[in-house]
């Protein structure tokens, strides 16, 4: 049989005289073998036939005394006097054959026999009667005095061992104590790699590898086959972290044999440390493995960069021992999956130390240099994974840069002609082909395209007008990126722009850098983009937050407004009709007269006129008063058309909103050319640098109040301006914009009418109370009849009155009479004035069927689903706004099928822009909310296929969205969208649950669609 051929790793162990003969060693350990085998045999059959635990431990000490320096005085006491003489008395064999016996038991089939007698028939029948101190000094001796590769290899099944289909509870628990013992509390796994840094000469490096691959399989995946209720030292993140600072300081002793040349070693030990770094990172611990190697790589690397240093981190990594195993680890780790995560989580964590960037360069440098100069696929790793596809904090993307393309530590000036520039130009060229592309604006997430962007920058805050100039099409690809993220939606997607076009513009011409936003203007360009995107912000409809601006620049100034009015209608005061008026007070300008209502303020005024009478005065703008003041809307249309006089379209943009609420009796025949003239007129020709955005708001104000106040007079010219080749992408945007105001003020608009009473009210004659009261005819001094406050119930049909009764002679206290009544008193304090809080519905068709006809048509200027796919967002958006408005009524129910066929086409459900698919999403939230659950419960018994379907296509469409979108707003819309689904499916089946006794009554057949639950809960 084999024997061994790797020496006893003990203090006594010594290796066998090198001068003897091969045959006579041979022969020697043949011997030694039979002896081994023959004795194992004998102590089995001596615990088969034993009786009493006395027996075993005598049999196993017989044998353990052979292979193991025992004292046999630290448990003779525990057994009996009989038992205990055998025991003292038992032949001790010489170090030389305790040696050859070791190796001999535990390389061969000798150990392993008996290891299972000792796991289950030991451990089942006659280990609980074991003393502790024979347990402790005898039958644990086996497992932590052995060659520990072999034990383990043994020990590790056990811990799942099953007999008869069950677990074997009092097995698996023995065993995972003896694992305990060897590899945590002993130190097993560093004698693990000690053991495997010696190596004969004759050893076969392949089979040892087979034997280190084994090894740490079976070391790393102890956790994993421990039952659920063993010790806390077995459990992942304890286990894990004390094998982990166990196999760094293997590392750390390798690497001063290294230095020390006081012994023969190979990698064996590295190769063990690194394949157990790669399976603890497989089982998903690499962050409790760097959790340790981190601090200690941190440190070594600050106190070499450190001011004052003597040597550079090259040369201390050449002289000073305890820097080489680190890069030896990771060159033994063969799992590329394994350093992609290492180096992954190791920048994530770095990221957020307090770490500099040369300290961060020499962190990667010190780890990753040899593998990155002899393995493509690491090279591979860092320039191409790590810069166009992961996602790293800038500082991390700084330092890789500096060490995977410029390869050389900050602030080094370098060569232009050295192969350090021509990597950073070939790494330039490569990011500048993804980022420039159109597709990667549409498809790739925004923290992606953030991150690519800012490695283009880096790259190009590098490089200087020469080198733009002698690449390619470097400067064409700049170009390419900046314009199409400028057309963006996305003020994020803009402002990348912005910050490559600025880095950009500084290497053409440093002394004139070009600024397309105002907020960059800083001298270092901060490449950490915000991810906060408020483009589409009230797009989230489950909190009713979609209309919060809208709402604040719509109705809510226009119901201020309105209250401003009604004030001053209630403070009119009866005028003299011949008194003369001043024309300013037409246009609410200011005047110099104030009536006041004490004498001592016509004093102040009057001493404070005659005093200002006496002060000379300017004359140059007597002409102001000569201009006409515009208070006609055929004034307003005729001032705006004259573009050429700025003055007249300012005064005409003032006094529009105000003109067109006052709603004069024009205003339906002159709607048409006000419509038109407001939207066609440029604000920014007509107003002073700096006062546009005032003009546009006074502008958008007064075409929402004529939408508001002339819905029908106004929708259909603004309708088919929308799709005029005559306007621009800015005005059919303003179009959508004014018509989604609209749409919310008339939402939110009251209206008062007077009550119309179903019935004559009766009256009593003989009584100055109502009819439904009770009689008031009682003893004298008897109170009024009172209602009671909080009686009636909902389902009560009779309300209670009280009233009090004068004391009876020797009562004393007063009482009460009770009646009850069909009607309540309350009902005669009602105003008689009911309110209807939404004038949109009627209007709603008006306003959405003529925006839908032409989304899909191509002509001169206009192209929704191409180049003008904002336009199409803000459509859709606008038309989710009309659905909401509608929610709950008959109109809402009848445009529901209209909208849901636009949303359904490919080329707006599928769309490439995630502006367009968010909007998508948010109209068809819109429309779940504004569907009533009866009204899908009606059309579901009448068998209308096409709401189930275009309902099944929401629920189908937003899940396929939620699972495929690479949008983060979109996957979250979409859930919302199917939250709602589900909603409206609940209580459509309640709905339905509620009418199941109509229909059997009247036997009506429910359809197949609906038998087959078309309208599916989605969970």
């Known amino acids: 049989m084999e024997t061994s051929r790797r020496k006893r790793p003990s203090e006594h162990g010594a290796a066998m005289d090198g001068g003897e003969g091969t045959e006579k060693k041979n022969g020697v350990e043949r011997n030694t073998n039979n002896e081994v085998l023959d004795k194992v045999g004998k102590v089995i059959v001596s615990i088969n036939e034993a009786k009493n635990v006395d027996e075993v431990i005598c049999a196993l000490y017989s044998f353990a005394v052979r292979i193991f320096p025992l004292d046999c005085r630290a448990f003779a006491g525990s057994i009996d006097k009989r038992y205990r003489d055998e025991v003292i008395g038992a032949e001790v064999p010489s170090a030389h054959e305790r040696d050859n016996s070791w190796q001999v038991f535990y390389q061969s089939t000798a150990f392993p026999i008996l290891a299972r007698v000792l796991l289950v028939d030991v451990a089942l029948n006659w280990l609980t009667c074991f003393p502790i101190s024979a347990k402790r000094h005898l039958y644990d001796v086996f497992f932590l005095r052995g060659c520990l590769s072999e034990v383990l290899q043994t020990l590790v099944p056990y811990l799942q061992h099953h007999s008869n289909g069950r677990l074997e509870t009092s097995i698996c628990s023995n065993t995972e104590r003896l694992l305990a013992l060897c590899l945590l509390e002993n130190d097993g796994v560093l004698q693990l790699a000690r053991e495997f840094s010696h190596q004969l000469e004759n050893t076969n490096l392949e089979q040892q590898k087979s034997t280190i691959s084994k090894v740490s399989q079976l070391v790393t995946s102890v956790p994993d086959k421990a039952r659920l209720g063993a010790s806390s030292l077995l459990s992942s993140h304890s286990y894990i972290k004390r094998i982990v600072i166990q196999l760094i300081q293997g590392a750390e002793e390798w690497n001063k044999s290294y230095y020390d040349k006081l012994t023969n070693f190979n990698d064996g030990s590295i190769l063990f440390i690194g394949d157990a770094f790669a399976r603890i990172c497989r089982r998903g611990s690499t962050d409790m493995l760097l959790s340790e190697m981190i601090p200690r790589v941190v440190t070594q690397v600050q106190s070499l960069v450190q001011p004052g240093s003597d040597m550079t981190v090259p040369e201390a990594f050449k002289s000073m021992p305890g820097l080489q195993f680190w890069s030896k680890i990771m060159e033994a780790i063969k799992d590329s999956y394994a350093v992609e995560r290492i180096s992954e989580q190791l920048l994530q964590k770095l990221a957020t130390q307090n770490i500099n960037d040369a300290e961060g360069y020499w962190i990667l440098w010190l780890l990753f240099h040899q593998i990155f100069e002899l393995q493509s696929s690491i090279r591979s790793m860092f320039t191409e994974r790590f810069l166009l596809w992961k996602l790293f904090p800038v500082c991390c993307l700084r330092w890789i840069l500096q060490f995977s393309v410029l390869q050389c530590p900050p602030d080094t000036v370098f060569n232009s002609k050295s192969q350090n520039h021509r990597n950073l130009l070939d790494t330039t060229n490569r990011l500048l082909g993804v980022w420039s592309k159109r597709e990667f604006v549409q498809s790739a997430p925004i923290e992606q395209q953030a991150y690519l962007t800012a490695a283009v920058g880096l790259s190009l805050e590098k490089l200087n007008k020469e080198d733009l100039n002698a690449t390619k099409d470097a400067m064409h690809l700049i170009l390419q990126g900046v314009s199409c993220r400028l057309e963006s939606p996305s003020y994020l997607v803009r402002q990348m722009a912005s910050s490559v076009a600025l880095v950009f513009s500084k290497v053409i011409d440093p002394s004139n850098p070009l600024y397309l936003d105002d907020n960059c203007k800083e001298e270092t360009i901060n490449w950490e983009f915000t991810s906060a995107n408020t483009d589409m912000a009230g797009l989230a409809i489950s909190d009713n937050k979609e209309t919060d601006i809208n709402q604040d620049k719509g109705y809510k100034d226009a119901k201020n407004k309105n209250k401003n009015k009604d004030k001053e209608l209630m403070e009119l005061t009866m005028v003299d009709p011949d008194e003369v008026i001043d024309p300013a007070t037409l246009n609410n300008e200011p005047t110099s007269d104030v009536d006041n209502s004490n004498d001592e303020d016509d004093d102040e005024v009057s001493e404070t006129s005659s005093e200002s009478s006496l002060q000379p005065y300017d004359l140059s703008d007597d002409d102001t008063d000569l201009k006409n003041n515009i208070s006609q809307l055929v004034d307003v249309v005729g001032a705006l058309r004259k573009s050429d006089d700025a003055d007249g379209v300012e005064r005409a943009l003032d006094v529009a909103e105000e003109l067109i609420r006052a709603a004069p009796d024009e205003l339906p025949f002159i709607a048409s050319d006000l419509v038109r003239t407001l939207v066609q007129v440029r604000c920014s020709d007509s107003t002073v640098e700096g006062e546009e955005e005032s003009a546009e708001e006074k502008r958008q104000k007064a075409l929402v109040a004529l939408i508001v106040n002339c819905p029908l007079g106004s929708l259909d010219p603004i309708n088919k301006l929308l799709y005029s080749p005559n306007v621009d992408t800015s005005q059919r945007i303003l179009i959508l914009d004014v018509m989604t105001d609209a749409a919310l003020e008339l939402a939110h608009t009251k209206t008062a009418r007077q009550k119309h009473s179903t019935r004559t009210q009766i009256w009593t004659t003989a009584e100055t109370q109502p009819w439904f009261m009770p009689s008031s005819i009682g003893p004298a001094g008897s109170t009024i009849w009172k209602e009671i406050s909080g009686t009636e119930s909902p389902l009560s049909l009779t309300y209670s009155y009280e009233r009090d009764l004068p004391s009876k002679p020797g009562q004393v206290k007063r009482g009460k009479s009770r ?95 995630a502006y367009v698919r968010k909007a998508v999403l948010f109209a068809a939230s819109c429309i779940l909310v504004a569907l009533n659950p009866t009204y899908v419960a009606s059309a579901l018994v009448e068998g209308s296929s096409d709401l189930s379907r275009g309902l099944e296509w929401v629920r189908t469409w937003a899940l396929s969205v939620a699972e495929s979108d690479t949008d983060k707003e979109c996957y979250t819309m979409a859930m919302a969208c199917l939250q709602l689904h589900s909603e409206m499916a609940l209580q459509t089946s309640r709905a339905l649950e509620s009418s199941d006794s109509v229909i059997q009554a009247r036997g009506i057949s429910l359809p197949s669609n609906l038998l087959k639950g078309k309208i599916k809960i989605s969970l």
């Open 819 to 913: 009646r009850w009544s069909t009607k309540s008193m309350n009902a005669m304090q009602d105003n008689r004035v009911e309110w209807s809080q939404n004038k949109f519905p009627p209007f709603a068709a008006a306003f959405m069927l003529p925006a839908m006809q032409g989304f899909d048509k191509k002509s001169h200027g206009v192209d929704f689903l191409g180049r003008d796919f904002i336009v199409l967002g803000k459509l859709i958006h606008m038309l989710g706004i009309c659905m909401k408005c509608s929610a709950m009524h008959p109109e809402g129910s009848a445009l529901a099928l209209p909208l849901l066929d636009m949303l359904s086409t490919r080329e707006i459900s599928r769309h490439a822009e």
